[in-house]
């Protein structure tokens, strides 16, 4: 008995130290995400009693618990979890950028192939110090 006390204590007063908050994910404070993916972020209290409030922007979110679900807008937004239980509070913050993926343009009088096979290699010749341009079958290199 005197050692449950003994360990149910240290457990407070560790708990009171450091926080609640365990774990998170995604586990880095900076993540950079595509615009438009869906990226799911969630944090590891102790106790599991807590009460969570999310914001984004500043802007408290509604219907949230444990983890919450975003889908990414461009620029940079900050994402703050606060959790409270009767010893200590709690809050875990991550900066999402979101950025637009490159776009190959071709030009005005060509058009840009998705997953195509190339139908040449570029490669040097050392010799010559020239770049040469190897055609290429379904097969490998041709003579």
């Avoid at 040469?132 to 079958?137: N, Q, R, V």
Wanted: charged share 15%; proline share 4%; glycine share 8%.
């Amino acid at each position: 008995m005197k050692n449950s006390f003994v360990f149910l204590i240290t457990a407070v007063i560790t708990t009171m130290m450091s926080g609640c908050i365990l774990s998170k994910i995604p586990d880095h404070d900076a993540v950079t995400v595509i615009l438009g993916e869906q990226i799911t972020f969630s944090v590891k209290v102790y106790p599991s009693n807590e009460i969570y409030t999310w914001t984004l922007d500043g802007a408290t979110l509604s219907n949230t618990g444990k983890s919450f679900v975003y889908i990414v807008q461009e620029g940079k937004h900050t994402l703050t979890v606060k959790t409270v239980h009767a010893l200590v509070a709690d809050k875990q913050t991550w900066n999402i950028y979101g950025h637009i993926p490159p776009v190959a343009n071709a030009g005005g009088d060509e058009s840009v192939a998705i997953d195509s096979t190339p139908k040449f290699l570029w490669g040097s010749d050392s010799t010559h110090r020239r770049s040469i341009l190897f055609p290429m079958s379904g097969s490998g290199m041709t003579d």
